[in-house]
């Protein structure tokens, strides 16, 4: 299983390579080729709280766009990957295993593992930044974007195939039912339950927000969870049901 992160780490210790040279290098080592198009990477890493005006009144330019661009990309070349992979599993399946490598929280612990931390521009402390933000996987999004402008779709199709689902373990995704959220509801169902799930709190700033959420059964509070992510939340509130109730 490939990893850049320890090579990239070098690029940010001190030395006589310029900052210009050394993101070059560390998107080369990242991508696997000699970037054409330095522009669109450096927007590619570019999160909100950092963006710039552009002289289009009103608009300032990030790397949402790109993310934007990159999710399509990335989910399209997914689901042709899994459809040849598994050709005698149905729609259910693949769209399933889709959404969990898809997962904000999977995404996140990739980006941080190729090293995609260390080269986004925002504005923060990045020693306080929580290691499940969803900052890192939108970068990660907003790369593919970048890669397929720079390189077309031919070459992102082999970098996401190459260089990002080898850092996935298949096999434990299959076998790791971790949406809580579904099994829960599918016991309330059984068990002719109401379940909902309520976001009660917002903690945080614009871009670093927190959210609170609590399931209830029949109108009674069961248990709460919180996320970087509304979907996290309900998740987290999810799970901490599922292990009262003893779900398994």
């Not at 299983?1 to 940010?12: Q, S």
């Not at 990477?41 to 552009?54: C, D, G, I, P, V």
């Not at 059964?217 to 996320?227: I, R, T, Y």
Request: net charge positive; with cysteine.
């Amino acid at each position: 299983m490939p990893t850049v992160l320890n090579p990239l780490i070098n690029f940010f210790k001190p030395g006589n390579m310029s900052p210009e040279k050394k993101f070059r290098k560390a998107v080369e080592l990242i991508i696997g080729a000699k970037p054409s198009n330095m522009e669109v990477y450096q927007l590619a890493f570019r999160h909100t709280s950092a963006s710039k005006e552009t002289t289009i009144k009103g608009f300032r330019e990030s790397n949402e766009r790109l993310e934007y661009l990159g999710d399509s990309v990335l989910g399209m070349v997914i689901a042709e990957y899994l459809f040849k992979k598994f050709p005698y599993k149905d729609e259910g399946f693949l769209t399933e295993i889709r959404s969990r490598i898809v997962n904000r929280e999977t995404l996140n612990g990739i980006a941080r593992k190729i090293g995609l931390d260390r080269l986004i521009e925002f504005d923060g402390n990045r020693r306080g930044m929580p290691h499940n933000s969803s900052m890192y996987g939108d970068a990660l999004e907003a790369l593919v974007g970048a890669v397929y402008l720079d390189k077309g779709f031919r070459f992102t199709r082999k970098f996401i195939t190459k260089e990002l689902l080898t850092h996935y373990d298949l096999d434990a995704l299959i076998n790791n039912n971790a949406n809580f959220k579904s099994r829960l509801i599918e016991w309330a169902q059984r068990e002719g339950k109401e379940v909902r799930f309520v976001i009660v709190q917002e903690n945080g700033s614009r871009h670093f927000r927190e959210f609170i959420s609590q399931v209830t059964l029949d109108g009674e509070v069961f248990a709460s969870g919180n996320g970087y992510s509304k979907k996290k939340a309900e998740q987290s509130a999810a799970e901490k049901a599922c292990e009262q109730l003893e779900l398994k």
